[in-house]
């Protein structure tokens, strides 16, 4: 064998070493990622079915019902769409109705999202970007529809 063709096979090997540990990385990390979805884009079917992602909104007030144990139940909107949310677990105190919430789980085959972990805002001037975002898109597509009335 020629030495330019042994060249060539390890820049092959390497390559192919190299483009291995990128997959992998990738992999790893697309596992580990959980996207924001509002209750609009839920309802759109947007969310995808079987991966973890976060749904973020308010607390719809009235809808906080407390079941046997530590199971938790209410209702996430942007007030355009709602979701149903169902939780295992100690709700953080500054969780209450009417306020901002972010649910991280998966909807589960009943239509209804199943949140492993619930993040409250942390003061009363704070709403995670996400929420906001959401919240001032279903607002101003409520006000076009108003104005077309």
């Not at 139940?73 to 953080?92: C, H, K, M, Q, S």
Request: zero cysteines; a negative charge; glycine letters at 10%.
């Amino acid at each position: 064998m020629k030495a330019r063709h042994k060249r060539f096979g390890f820049l092959l090997v390497g390559l192919a070493g190299l483009g291995l540990a990128a997959w992998l990385l990738l992999s790893a990390l697309d596992s580990n990622l959980s996207y924001f979805f509002s209750p609009t884009e839920v309802a759109q079917n947007k969310a995808p079915r079987d991966h973890v992602y976060r749904l973020g909104g308010l607390v719809e007030g009235g809808s906080l019902q407390r079941g046997q144990e530590l199971t938790v139940r209410f209702v996430v909107t942007d007030n355009a769409n709602r979701v149903n949310v169902e939780y295992t677990g100690i709700l953080p105190d500054l969780f209450q109705e009417g306020q901002g919430v972010i649910a991280q789980g998966r909807m589960g085959p009943n239509g209804i999202f199943v949140a492993d972990e619930v993040l409250a805002k942390h003061d009363e001037n704070y709403m995670p970007p996400e929420v906001a975002e959401a919240l001032e898109k279903s607002h101003n597509k409520g006000v076009a529809e108003m104005q077309k009335l």
